[in-house]
């Protein structure tokens, strides 16, 4: 059974870099696992938007929304992904998840999934203030 | 990357069946098979209950089903339970590779 935990500064000054890392416990290696690590937001009282997420090759992927300030990164030795949003303001105030996808594959054509969430982290809260 | 759009709210009475829809585009919902259904309960993360369509992830109630039809996609919970009450979003595969997510439905059990 796979767990996600995240982690991070609760409280990030505008103009500056959030900086979060989702934890991942899991009865297999991500060197070798079938899946994208993704990043997940909801600001208050607002609807979920995918952020971004990367493959266990390095390959990434990011909403435009956030493209030019958003990066994921994967440490597998340490069974962490991270996620980097860069010059943040008060729209980047949100509650945060990491997830992961039920399938997903990359070669040499290029990256394919379901892009369905089956494991979420509980979420941590972050204010730009 | 436009979100999907949901009603803003659906009710129903216990035991009852509601419809939850999601309205895309050819560049999303009309072009694949990977449309999911997300339960999001106040201070939770948000829980599969459908995903690819019509596909159940272990341990969710078969009174949860999916279906699609051309650009639309729709959730039906038959026999509502109390439990059932939370928001719902629907998300699909777009052309660019990524996913969106629809405005989510608040479901309300009388």
């Known amino acids: 059974q796979v767990h996600l935990e995240e982690s991070g500064p609760g409280l990030v000054k505008p103009s500056e870099t959030l900086s979060l890392t989702c934890s991942v416990s899991a009865p297999f290696s991500m060197s070798t696992s079938p899946y994208y690590w993704a990043w997940i937001r909801q600001p208050a009282g607002k609807g979920l938007e995918w952020i971004g997420h990367i493959y266990k090759d390095g390959r990434t992927d990011y909403n435009p929304s956030v493209r030019s300030r958003a990066t994921v990164s994967l440490n597998m030795s340490k069974k962490q992904f991270s996620l980097e949003v860069r010059s943040v303001t008060a729209a980047d105030t949100a509650m945060y998840y990491c997830a992961k996808v039920v399938w997903a594959y990359c070669n040499v054509t290029g990256c394919f999934g379901d892009d369905a969430f089956d494991v979420w982290g509980p979420g941590t809260m972050v204010t730009v203030s | 990357q436009s979100a999907l759009t949901q009603p803003a709210s659906v009710a129903g009475s216990p035991g009852q069946s509601v419809t939850i829809s999601c309205t895309g585009s050819s560049s999303d919902i009309g072009s694949y098979d990977y449309v999911s259904w997300y339960q999001h309960h106040t201070g939770k993360a948000p829980k599969l209950v459908i995903y690819?369509?019509?596909n159940r992830p272990t341990g969710v109630p078969d009174r949860f089903s999916g279906s699609k039809s051309g650009n639309t996609a729709s959730l039906t919970i038959s026999g509502l339970q109390p439990e059932d009450e939370a928001v719902y979003y629907c998300?699909?595969?777009?052309?660019?590779?990524?996913?969106?997510f629809g405005t989510g439905a608040k479901v309300t059990v009388l």
């Open positions: 690819d369509v019509s």
């Open positions: 998300s699909s595969h777009t052309t660019g590779g990524t996913p969106v």
